[in-house]
C-alpha cells in the first residue's frame, strides 16, 4: 500500500464531514447515545452498586455520621471492588463497541445503508476487537514509559488500526497495527492538527457535563473518518475555485492505472447500497 500524505486543510475535512452528515444528524446522535450508554451506563450502575447507592461523597458522610456503619476499610474496599468491575468492564467492551461505531460512522460516511444497532456490530468479531484494544492499549503504556510525548506519538500511530479492522475482517491483530503504522508515517501531525481544530467542540462537551458530545463525537469520527478514506487512498478531495470544493473521488495515479481501477471499485461496492441496489453515489463523487 503507497504511503500517502494527506495534504488537504482541517478545515476541508471538516466542511466534508459536515456535508457528510447533513440530514443523517437525528441518525448519528441516536447512534452515538446508544455508544455512551452502553460504553458508560453499566460502570455508573455498577458504582452504585458496590457503593450501596451512595457514591464517594455519600459513603463519606454515612461514616462520618456513624462510624459504626462502615469502618474506612469498608469503604476502601467498597470503592476498590466498585473501580475494579468498572475498569474491567471498560477493558472487555471498549473495543467491541468501538469497532462496531466506527462501522456506523463509515457506513454514513459511504453514504450506505446504516442503524444505529451497528454499535454492536463489533461483537461479532468479538475477539479481534478486544485483542486490537489490549493490545494497542499495552503499546502505547510502554511507549509512555518513556515519557508522555511518545505515547501520544504511538497513539497517534495506531489510530488507523480499527478502521482497517472495519474493512478487513480477516486482517490479524499485529497486521492492523502494523498497516496502521504504515499509514500513518508523515501523517501523525496532519491528523494532530484535526484534533486540535475541535478543541472548542471538546470544551462544548465539557462545559454541557458531555450532554454536547452525543452531536460533537459523530461529527469529530466523520471528521476522523475522511481522514481515513484519504490516507488509505480511497477518496481525495477536489477543489473548486474559492476552497474546499466538494469532492471525492478515488485516486488514480500514474503508471498505477490497474491498482487504481481496483482501489476505485473497492470503495464503490464497500457495503448495501441505500436503494437496495442502484449505487447511490456521495455528493462529493457527482
Known amino acids: 500500500m503507497p504511503n500517502i500524505i494527506v495534504t488537504e486543510s482541517s478545515r476541508s475535512i471538516r466542511a466534508l464531514a459536515r456535508q457528510v452528515l447533513a440530514g443523517k444528524w437525528p441518525l448519528a446522535c441516536l447512534a452515538t447515545l446508544l455508544y455512551y450508554v452502553l460504553l458508560r451506563l453499566p460502570v455508573y450502575v455498577l458504582n452504585f452498586l458496590f457503593t450501596d447507592g451512595f457514591g464517594v461523597w455519600g459513603l463519606h458522610q454515612v461514616y462520618s455520621a456513624a462510624t459504626d456503619v462502615a469502618s474506612p476499610e469498608e469503604l476502601v474496599a467498597e470503592l476498590s ?9 471498560l477493558l472487555i467492551v471498549t473495543g467491541p ?11 454514513v460516511f459511504r453514504q450506505r445503508e446504516a442503524s444505529p444497532g451497528m454499535v454492536l456490530y463489533g461483537f461479532e468479531r468479538f475477539g479481534k476487537a478486544l485483542g486490537l484494544y489490549i493490545m494497542i492499549s499495552i503499546f502505547c503504556f510502554l511507549w509512555s514509559l518513556l515519557l508522555v510525548i511518545p505515547g501520544i506519538i504511538a497513539w497517534y500511530r495506531y489510530r488507523m488500526a480499527f478502521y482497517l479492522l472495519c474493512d478487513e475482517p480477516g486482517l490479524g491483530i499485529l497486521e492492523a497495527i502494523n498497516r496502521s503504522k504504515g499509514l500513518m508515517r508523515g501523517n501523525k501531525a496532519k491528523l ?83 436503494d437496495g441496489g442502484k449505487e447511490e453515489k456521495p455528493e462529493w463523487e457527482k
Open 97 to 107: 463497541i468501538t469497532l462496531g461505531y466506527l462501522s456506523f460512522i463509515l457506513a
Open 192 to 274: 494532530f492538527c484535526l484534533d486540535l481544530s475541535f478543541i472548542g467542540w471538546f470544551l462544548l462537551g465539557a462545559i454541557t457535563y458531555g450532554l454536547a458530545n452525543i452531536a460533537v463525537l459523530p461529527y469529530y469520527t466523520s471528521a476522523e473518518a475522511a481522514f481515513y478514506e484519504m490516507v488509505t487512498g480511497h477518496m481525495v478531495l477536489r477543489r473548486n475555485e474559492g476552497g474546499c470544493g466538494g469532492g471525492g473521488t478515488p485516486p488514480r495515479e500514474e503508471g498505477d492505472g490497474e491498482k487504481a481501477r481496483e482501489r476505485e471499485q473497492r470503495y464503490l461496492n464497500r457495503g448495501p447500497d441505500l
Open 81 to 89: 471492588a466498585a473501580s475494579f468491575i468498572g475498569d474491567l468492564y
